[in-house]
């Protein structure tokens, strides 16, 4: 009896030993739209956050990180990242001749070194290299792997994929990926 006991004793303080740990990853391949839901009580979107890796609603607060807009303001519309921190908050590396030549670029990007930040990434196109800096100033590299840029049911779609690598410590170098 005294030996089942104790048996009973050890599993249960080993036990809370055991928690499954839950780790956000820090980079990826993701999609987000420019598409506009509705609920109850108002119109919402989604966007990205890097620190979450996750697709989230505008509605949350904080907020995503980037979000996808189309813009019209010419005769031919254009994909824009943007953001809701007051701080001008992308840096375009390069705008490149194919995936090969992005992907090159993207994976030999180490260390931030930017010169001028813009408010928003504007136009995106496919090819290019951009970085992201938080308004926390956490930085995040992206390479537009693909867009979409049509009129769908009689609305302007817009649909961005994209590779990212996140630094989650603040500093300026990015993690081996």
């Not at 993207?106 to 290019?128: E, R, Y």
Request: net charge positive; aromatic share 12%.
């Amino acid at each position: 009896m005294r030996k089942r006991h104790l048996i009973i004793l050890i599993f249960f303080s080993i036990l809370p030993g055991c928690k499954k740990t839950e780790t956000t990853r820090t980079s990826g391949t993701d999609t987000i739209e420019n598409t506009v839901y509705q609920n109850s009580q108002s119109y919402y979107a989604f966007g990205f956050s890097f620190s979450k890796a996750k697709k989230i609603s505008n509605l949350l607060n904080p907020g995503p990180d980037i979000t996808l807009v189309v813009n019209n303001e010419n005769t031919v519309s254009r994909l824009t990242l943007q953001t809701n921190n007051l701080d001008p908050s992308f840096y375009k590396v390069g705008d490149y001749q194919d995936e090969t030549s992005a992907i090159s670029a993207f994976k030999s990007l180490k260390t931030v070194n930017a010169s001028s930040w813009q408010d928003m990434a504007d136009p995106v196109n496919a090819n290019q290299v951009w970085i992201y800096k938080s308004g926390d100033g956490y930085y995040t590299k992206l390479r537009i792997a693909s867009i979409i840029n049509e009129i769908r049911n009689s609305l302007p779609y817009g649909e961005c994929t994209f590779e990212w690598v996140y630094q989650p410590d603040g500093s300026k170098t990015f993690p081996g990926k």
